[in-house]
């Protein structure tokens, strides 16, 4: 079956299926004709269009689609807004892999640690740890680490990685489909 076919087969109105039920299956790869001549799917279909979709119309709106097309490309920005797009997918997988890896890294240290500590080789002063991570966490100075030092915080990564970049809206996008694909 065509591509073409393919794509166009579940657009057509019903009443055009149905009617090319009747005599032949229209969106099939057979090479069945139907008594009305030899006609191919891609015949009927393009003899449907012509009989129903005025061309004038058509035209209008093929012109009128391709100067806008035309319009939105020489001004650049689908270049920038995909260019934003890949640095940001790349930034944004790079970031979760890092991300991965600290995770891995803290992870261990911390089975180390309680597992010398549980053997009494060392003593962890839990609240001198839990006092300078939250000096370093509390980004607002509010006294605890809360949603809002998130939101800061991704505020000025994401200040950080969009200095200078053409289009913000395509990295910000990448960004998200990288982290989530990483």
Request: with cysteine; net charge negative.
């Amino acid at each position: 079956m065509s591509p073409l076919l393919m794509f166009l087969c579940p657009l057509l109105s019903s009443s055009m299926i149905n009617e090319s039920r009747k005599s032949s299956v229209f969106c099939s790869s057979s090479n069945n004709h139907n008594g009305d001549g030899n006609e191919n799917p891609l015949e009927k279909l393009q003899k449907y269009i012509t009989e129903n979709f005025p061309t004038e119309s058509a035209d209008e709106l093929a012109k009128l689609a391709g100067s806008k097309i035309t319009d939105i490309v020489s001004t650049g920005i689908p270049g920038e807004i995909s260019y934003g797009f890949v640095t940001g997918f790349c930034a944004g997988f790079s970031l979760k892999k890092i991300g991965k890896m600290g995770a891995l890294c803290f992870g261990a240290s911390f089975i180390f640690i309680q597992s010398l500590s549980y053997g009494g080789y060392i003593d962890v002063n839990t609240d001198k740890i839990s006092k300078d991570a939250l000096q370093i966490l509390d980004v607002n100075d509010d006294g605890k680490f809360d949603e809002k030092d998130v939101e800061s915080m991704t505020k000025k990564v994401m200040e950080i990685l969009q200095y200078n970049l053409p289009s913000g809206g395509g990295f910000v996008s990448g960004m998200i489909m990288g982290v989530r694909s990483g």
